[in-house]
Nanobody, 122 residues
Framework: QVQLIEAGGGSVQAGGSLRLSCAAS????????MGWFRQAPGKEREFVAA????????YYRDSVKGRFTISRDNAKNTVYLQLSRLNVEDTAVYYC???????????????WGQGTQVTVSP
């Protein structure tokens, strides 16, 4: 198991930006593909972005392509999600996730953080 702690959420106006971070501990961070999910009020949790263990490949849901960027720093055991050009539909609790495979982190992560709230106002 790896423990994940998110930070960086907050409130921002539409068009603004935020950077989320997720610090990992407990196991070797570079062994894990990492991802971000989100859950809006009254909706199911949905995949947002994923990155391979070495950062060589990334994948995004269509609605965030070109606006969100996932990255990682294995020396700091941290994964980031840069959120830009935010709109009200991006309002959600954002969760960090980890899995041993790139596909696994997109469809069924083994490890979850506690979440951080992002609120976008008009």
């Amino acid at each position: 198991q790896v423990q994940l702690i998110e930070a960086g959420g907050g409130s921002v106006q539409a068009g603004g930006s935020l950077r989320l971070s997720c610090a990992a501990s407990g196991r070797t961070f570079r062994n894990y593909a990492m991802g971000w999910f989100r859950q809006a009020p009254g909706k199911e949790r949905e995949f947002v972005a994923a990155i391979t263990w070495n950062g060589a490949a990334t994948y995004y849901r269509d609605s965030v392509k070109g606006r969100f960027t996932i990255s990682r720093d294995n020396a700091k055991n941290t994964v980031y999600l840069q959120l830009s050009r935010l709109n009200v539909e991006d309002t959600a609790v954002y969760y960090c996730a980890a899995s041993s495979t790139f596909v696994g982190v997109q469809i069924g992560p083994d490890n979850w953080g506690q979440g951080t709230q992002v609120t976008v106002s008009p």
